[in-house]
């Protein structure tokens, strides 16, 4: 069975520094990927996602992620983070039976 | 569009007793999901609907779950009779084809005392 490993449960990072939440993924094909943020009692919303193509893929609010298939890793980025990325960020990988497999998600903390 | 919706936002009910979970799937959204959201299982799938029709009901935990989606626009989740166990967040989504972006509503949390 596929699974998706989020190494980090919680990541602190200074307001403008960068941040990078790392994902990595068990399976044999290249599967649909995916980052989704969820702040404090809300849904989860799409950063981004990789079907196939280009392996650095552009999101909403200034993130980017690298799919490394040598790796199997599919880590999200962002170069300066404000305050309002402090949330809950979850990978998530979709197979051929249309389900979404999620990581168990790393919380971000911004300090001022 | 107005998104997924979902109804209540918030459940509070007792042991025993019936829950009904209701979402509105984004219009021309093939596909609906239902999810559970916990501290210790985290995020998972409960069942799946393309075109209404019950794809996979895996996971869904016992026979005291139930789940129907009488028509494109609407769907719910049942749970007779409920238990504290089933306290979290349960999430609808909907997207337009199987693999693509699934697009979630704010959630529904439920506390059985």
């Known amino acids: 069975a596929q699974s998706v490993t989020q190494p980090d449960i919680h990541i602190t990072v200074s307001e403008g520094a960068s941040l990078e939440l790392r994902c990595n993924y068990s399976?044999?094909?290249?599967?649909?990927l995916f980052w989704y943020v969820q702040s404090p009692g809300q849904g989860l919303q799409l950063l981004l996602k990789y079907f196939s193509g280009d392996t650095l893929v552009q999101g909403i609010k200034g993130f980017e992620a690298e799919f490394k298939r040598s790796q199997s890793s599919f880590n999200l980025r962002k170069p300066s983070v404000h305050w309002s990325d402090a949330a809950e960020y979850f990978c998530?990988?979709?197979?051929?039976?249309?389900?979404?497999?999620f990581g168990a998600g790393t919380t971000v903390t911004v300090r001022a | 569009d107005a998104g997924v919706i979902q109804s209540p936002r918030h459940e509070v009910t007792e042991m025993g007793q019936e829950v009904t979970l209701r979402c509105k799937p984004i219009s021309g959204h093939d596909y609906l999901f239902w999810y559970r959201q916990t501290m210790m299982r985290g995020l998972e799938l409960l069942i799946y609907f393309n075109n209404n029709v019950p794809i996979d009901d895996s996971g869904m935990p016992e026979d005291r779950f139930s789940a129907k989606m009488p028509n494109a626009s609407f769907s719910t989740l049942k749970i007779q009779p409920s238990e504290p166990r089933d306290s979290a967040v349960y999430f609808c989504?909907?997207?337009?084809?199987?693999?693509?972006?699934?697009?979630f509503g704010p959630g529904t949390r439920l506390t059985v005392l």
């Open positions: 989504a909907s997207s337009s084809r199987g693999r693509d972006t699934q697009y």
């Open positions: 998530a990988v979709a197979l051929g039976d249309y389900k979404l497999s």
């Open positions: 399976y044999g094909a290249t599967p649909y």
